[in-house]
Nanobody, 112 residues
Framework: QVQLVESGGGLVQPGGSLRLSCAAS????????MSWYRQAPENAREFVAT???????FYADSVKGRFTISRDNAENMVYLQMNSLKPEDTAVYYC??????WGQGTQVTVSS
């Protein structure tokens, strides 16, 4: 049974940082690309970042230079380091195995 479990969300002030984690299980993690998406209230879910099985990365323009996606294949974990956070980064962040599975999401709120 595939599971993706996100953690690390919370309330942070503008300019602050958070690190999201996603624990994956039920599949051969190292063989798959993994992604992060986010959904703000009344908005469609949008792509944030992806990391390939070999470690190659790709980012949405809105987060490029501020967010970093990484993975630990030994621990079946994928991370999203978020720096210089802005109020417009407020959303529920989802871990995703492309084309297949979603986590339950973790709330990130950027507010003073």
């Amino acid at each position: 049974q595939v599971q993706l479990v996100e953690s690390g969300g919370g309330l942070v002030q503008p300019g602050g940082s958070l690190r999201l984690s996603c624990a994956a299980s039920g599949f051969t993690f190292s063989s798959y690309a993994m992604s992060w998406y986010r959904q703000a209230p009344e908005n469609a879910r949008e792509f944030v970042a992806t990391i390939g099985s070999s470690g190659s990365t790709f980012y949405a323009d809105s987060v490029k230079g501020r967010f970093t996606i990484s993975r630990d294949n030994a621990e079946n974990m994928v991370y999203l380091q978020m720096n210089s956070l802005k109020p417009e980064d407020t959303a529920v962040y989802y871990c995703n195995r492309p084309g297949r599975d979603w986590g339950q999401g973790t709330q990130v709120t950027v507010s003073s």
